[in-house]
Every structure is written in structure tokens, then in C-alpha cells.
């Protein structure tokens, strides 16, 4: 007999095959001189999904992004985009993704629908015969109709933002690449992207998009990644990341060393008393609640409250990454 | 909202079809992108100033005889003149910086201002895009040769006339002649300096930062002629980027040796030829990250 050869940790995604992932990197790795900028990671991106991808500022996201798209060559590992290999496949692939790389760029002494119309120009699947019609519907989405005859150079950040919005949703798109969509927006505009978002992905659409607005992304995402110092350290569904056995009891009682000494006993981990405020806190892991609560009630101990506290994707984020306010590297 | 939950979409799609005549759309914009660029009309009014200077500077006081650059004592007597004294006079510098500012511009100001990640996720594939800003920089090239001789050819018209055309060996051609000639002087002139223009496009390549690689593009043209006037090189003097611009004053001759001029265009196309595959070598491996 034969040993059937180790296999990775099961994931969700093993059940469809590569088609059903709109975004697939294998051991992705990029160096910048002798600096690992990008070390090793496997994106998974389900068709349909809107992926929230997280990471502190220079942690490779961009990087990454941009290895996707044909911009930057890897080093080592590969990348399927929409089933096809990349980069070997640019010119099919590309058409059918919507990308904001890294903040809008556009030529400053064109109106914003010369810009368009210059991309729209350059790309050989559109049709010339519906580019005007394209442009104004692309416009009128992101809220930039009154101003497409201005230059842009006269744009605020935040219409520069929509232009570059506008330029992404040009023609019917498959995925949309999207790189701090936010960034410069006034909380209407915040919103509208918010709303965008839902509604290209309810289309079917699948999204990515990077940024640091984590309860921006917590709104929208169906799945997330987080990444720090280039690697991959948490991918999967917004549920699973944040399910995953940070959750904290908080007990309120006069007697914290006699429910302290409980919970050790019990096998929860991290426990410790708040005196302050009168409060035992410990990790839950994967216990049930109830059986902590049974434990808990069994000791003579007076207990005034007992919350558990699932953490946010802030809370998930900054444990994972580090508080430092310092960039990565 | 977990996985189960997203109904997935429909397997991926075959790829989109190109539109026909997508190459020349993306060419029209090119040119587009150019003529609107007030910085490059400004150009072009510079090279349209140089026959008006000559020609103003001629009709206000004959030079003296032997004196100026070539040309210059027949222009009095016949307005075709002004032409070739205006691309005398444009050939060593003028135009040699306009070609700079627009090809060393083509991909570094794109790079620059981060439109070119754009351009390539649209996507334009990378050959596709130098064969677009080759052609572009080309039609630029030609236009800057033609605004000088248009120019020339319409106000040596309006100061001078136009007269059958006295050549250098002291024959007299018709006018219909002397403007054919005067058509195969700027076509000639245009490929010399459509060498220039392949070169400042590779070194557009090699940097975001366009200034640079316009600078770096004049200063080949004017390093070329630095070596062309050192007489310990005159063994490698044929073979320099600049040494036959000039040239085109073999059309002026009674019996134009075809042969040399094809000799000459031979080398300026060989140096776009360089240029570009060097540009596309670059291009086509560049890790874009502005």
C-alpha cells in the first residue's frame, strides 16, 4: 500500500475546483534587494467574495496587489487570476478586472472624461461605438457627472478617488481590485463606496480590497486576510477569522481569587484578575459558555455578571499585528 | 456571510474579443495625448519660430556673402531656400530637443505621474504599448520636420517667391523638382532624426523620472556631435548617431548619389532598430512600481 501524500490543512475551498477561486496565490514571494516584502503567501479569493485584505502599512499588500495584476514579477510561487495563470495570461485576465492601484493616477491637464475616454481608448475589448455612453454610466455611478469637464488637476482628492472608481467600473468587470477605495473620501463618499461595493458584489462580482478601515472592511467583507511583515497570518470567512478562540469571559464578583483559581482549574487560559474593577477576565478558547458558567456557579463564589466578549476585527487585528504605530519594517 | 451562503457565478467567461482597428484607436490616442499637451504645441511654435527668424532677419538685410549657415545666400533669391537654411539651422539643436522632450517623455511621464500602471492593467500588453509610443514619438518626429519646412516653405514663399531651384552643382531644376526635393529632404531628415527619437524612447524606459530621460535624450545627440568634431575619431565618425544629418544636402545635387543616402538612412533606421528592441527588452521585463 501506497501512503496517499500529506495534504494540506482542509479549507472550504478544497470542495470546488480552481475556477470557484477568483484569486489563487501559491507560496507568492517577492524580495526588494535583500528584504522579503512579500514571503510565501496563498490567497485564496472565492468567486463572489467581497475579501477584505488587511495589514499595517508596508506589510506587502500592495506588493501583492500588484504581482497579481501583472505589474511586478514574482520571485517565486504562482498566480492564478479568474482560473487563468498570471501573468502568462495578462492580455485574457485583464479585461475582465477592475483595478485601483495604490491611489488614483491620471493626466492633470485632461478633463476627468478625457482620462476616460484616453483609458477606454487603450483598452482593444471595448467597444469604441458605446465608449461614450460607458464613460457617462461610469461617471454618473461614482457621482462625478457635474464635474467631467473639469482638469484634473483641479479635482479634490476625493473626486480623484471616484475618477479612479470610475475608471475600474468602465466596462462589465469579473473582479474588482480595489487598493484603499476609501482613502481621501468624506464619510458620504465613504458610504457610497460602502454601498458600491454591496451592490457590484450582489451582482456577482467578486471584490478585493485592501485597506486599514477595519470596521469599514467588518461592513462589507465576506471573507478577510490579514497580512504583517509579508505574511499571509489569518485568511478565511470574516466569521471563521474573528470565531477563532479569542473570545474572553468577563466576570464581575467580589471574590476574584476564588473564581481566578476555578477557571485555571478548568483549563481556561490567560486568566486574570482586574482588581480594579473587581473583574476576572480569561480567554474562552473552545469551551462551551455553559460549561464555564456551570463551574463558575459551583464555587461558593458570589458572581455579579459574566459577559463573553466576542473581539472585533480591530481587537483581531491590532493582536495579531502588533500596537506599535511604527510602520512594519 | 459565510460560503455557503454566495451562490457562486458562472464558471469564467471566455475571453473578451478585441475590436478591429483597437491598435489604432490606441494610436489616435497617443497623438491625442500629444497635440493637447500645451508644453508640446509650445515646441512646435519654437521650430515654426526658426524659418520666421531666418527668413525676417534675411528680408530686413541680406547677409554678407559666404557668411551664415548654409543656404542662407540663396534664400534672397529664392523663398525654397528658407527651408533648408531652417533645417540647417534647427538640425543641431532644435529639433534634436523637441525629440528629447516628447520620446524621453513617451514612457517615463507616463511612470511618472503613475498612469502607466494603468495603461497596463487596462491592459495594454507592454509590446503593444511601445509599438504605440513608437509610432507616436515617429508621427511627432515627422510633424516636427514639417512644421519647419511648411513654415519655411510658406514664408520664403510670401518674402522671397518661389523660383526653379539653382542646385549645388549650378544646375536648374523646375520648382515642381526642387519641392519634390525639398519632400525627400524632410523625409530624409524626419528618419535621421526618428533615430534619436527610438533612442530617447529606451531610455524612457530605464527611469520614472521624465526630465531625466529627456535631458539624457538631447545629450546623446549633442554627445554625437561632440565626437563628430573630435578629428582623433574620424574613424568612427561614419558610424555616429548625428554625422549624416546634414547629409541631406546630396538631394541638392545634379546627380544625387541614391546610394550614399540609402547608406545613411540604412544607419539611423539601424539605430532606431537598436533602440527599440533595447526599449522593448526593458519595457517588456520592467517591474512597474510607481
Known amino acids: ?329 | 456571510m459565510s460560503l455557503a451562503e454566495h451562490t457562486l457565478p458562472a464558471l469564467p467567461t471566455a475571453a473578451r474579443p478585441a475590436y478591429r482597428g483597437a491598435f489604432w484607436r490606441l494610436y489616435r490616442s497617443e497623438l491625442r495625448l500629444m497635440l493637447r499637451r500645451r508644453r508640446n504645441l509650445a515646441l512646435l511654435a519654437v521650430l515654426a519660430a526658426v524659418p520666421v527668424f531666418i527668413g525676417v532677419a534675411v528680408r530686413v538685410s541680406a547677409p554678407p556673402k559666404g557668411e551664415g549657415p548654409d543656404f542662407i545666400g540663396q534664400v534672397t533669391s529664392n523663398g525654397v531656400f528658407l527651408v533648408f537654411t531652417a533645417l540647417t539651422v534647427a538640425l543641431p539643436l532644435f529639433l534634436p530637443l523637441v525629440i528629447g522632450v516628447v520620446s524621453g517623455d513617451a514612457i517615463a511621464g507616463e511612470a511618472g505621474n503613475g498612469t502607466l500602471r494603468y495603461l497596463l492593467t487596462v491592459p495594454v500588453t507592454r509590446g503593444r504599448l511601445l509599438a504605440a509610443k513608437a509610432l507616436g514619438v515617429a508621427t511627432f518626429t515627422a510633424l516636427a520636420v514639417l512644421v519647419v519646412a511648411l513654415v519655411g516653405l510658406s514664408l520664403g514663399a510670401v518674402l522671397f517667391g518661389l523660383h526653379p531651384v539653382t542646385l549645388l552643382s549650378g544646375d536648374t531644376v523646375s520648382l515642381g523638382n526642387g519641392l519634390v526635393r525639398t519632400a525627400a529632404i524632410a523625409a530624409y531628415v524626419a528618419v535621421a532624426l526618428f533615430g534619436l527619437a527610438a533612442g530617447g524612447l529606451f531610455v524612457s524606459t530605464l527611469t520614472e523620472n521624465a526630465i531625466g530621460a529627456m535631458a539624457t535624450t538631447i545629450g546623446l545627440a549633442v554627445f554625437s556631435a561632440l565626437l563628430d568634431a573630435v578629428p582623433q575619431l574620424r574613424s568612427v565618425h561614419g558610424i555616429l548617431l548625428t554625422h549624416n544629418w546634414l547629409g541631406f544636402g546630396e538631394l541638392l545635387r545634379g546627380q544625387v548619389d541614391r546610394a550614399a543616402l540609402l547608406r545613411w538612412s540604412g544607419l539611423h533606421l539601424a539605430y532606431a532598430a537598436v533602440f527599440l528592441s533595447c526599449a522593448w527588452a526593458r519595457l517588456t521585463t520592467k517591474d512597474v512600481t510607481s
Do not use: W
Open chain 1, 1 to 329: 500500500m501506497t501512503l496517499a501524500p500529506p495534504r494540506p490543512a482542509v479549507s472550504l475551498l478544497d470542495a470546488h475546483p480552481d475556477t470557484a477561486l477568483a484569486v489563487r496565490t501559491r507560496g507568492l514571494t517577492r524580495r526588494f534587494g535583500d528584504q522579503t516584502a512579500v514571503d510565501g503567501i496563498d490567497l485564496a479569493v472565492p468567486r463572489g467574495a467581497v475579501y477584505g485584505f488587511l495589514g499595517p502599512n508596508g506589510c506587502g499588500k500592495t506588493t501583492t496587489i500588484r504581482m497579481l495584476l501583472g505589474l511586478l514579477s514574482a520571485h517565486a510561487g504562482d498566480i492564478e487570476v479568474l482560473g487563468h495563470p498570471m501573468p502568462s495570461h495578462l492580455a485574457a485576465v485583464l479585461p475582465k478586472v477592475g483595478a485601483l492601484i495604490e491611489g488614483p493616477a491620471f493626466h492633470l491637464y485632461l478633463s476627468g472624461r478625457d482620462n476616460l475616454r484616453r483609458l477606454d481608448s487603450c483598452d482593444r475589448t471595448a467597444d469604441p461605438a458605446t465608449s461614450d455612453l460607458r464613460i457617462d454610466e461610469a461617471l454618473a455611478r461614482v457621482g462625478l457627472t457635474a464635474a467631467a469637464k473639469k482638469r484634473f488637476r483641479q479635482y479634490s482628492l476625493g473626486m480623484k478617488q471616484r475618477l479612479g472608481l470610475a475608471a475600474a467600473l468602465l466596462q462589465p468587470r469579473e473582479l474588482l481590485v480595489l487598493d484603499e477605495p476609501t482613502n481621501g473620501l468624506d464619510p458620504q463618499g465613504t458610504r457610497e463606496v460602502r454601498h458600491l461595493v454591496r451592490e457590484l458584489a450582489s451582482d456577482g462580482t467578486t471584490v478585493l480590497v485592501s485597506s486599514h478601515l477595519l470596521a469599514e472592511i467588518e461592513q462589507i467583507a465576506s471573507h478577510v486576510g490579514i497580512m504583517s511583515a509579508g505574511v499571509l497570518l489569518r485568511q478565511g470567512t470574516l466569521a471563521e477569522v474573528l470565531a477563532e478562540g479569542t473570545a474572553r469571559i468577563r466576570i464581575t464578583t467580589p471574590d476574584g481569587p476564588a473564581v481566578t483559581s476555578a477557571l485555571t482549574a478548568f483549563g481556561l487560559r490567560e486568566v486574570r484578575e482586574d482588581v480594579e474593577h473587581g473583574q476576572v477576565i480569561a480567554l474562552l478558547g473552545e469551551h462551551p459558555v455553559e460549561d464555564v458558567v456551570r463551574t463558575v456557579v459551583a464555587t461558593p463564589a458570589r458572581v455579579r455578571g459574566f459577559v463573553t466578549e466576542r473581539p472585533d476585527l480591530e481587537d483581531l487585528f491590532v493582536s495579531l499585528t502588533g500596537e506599535g504605530f511604527d510602520v512594519a519594517r
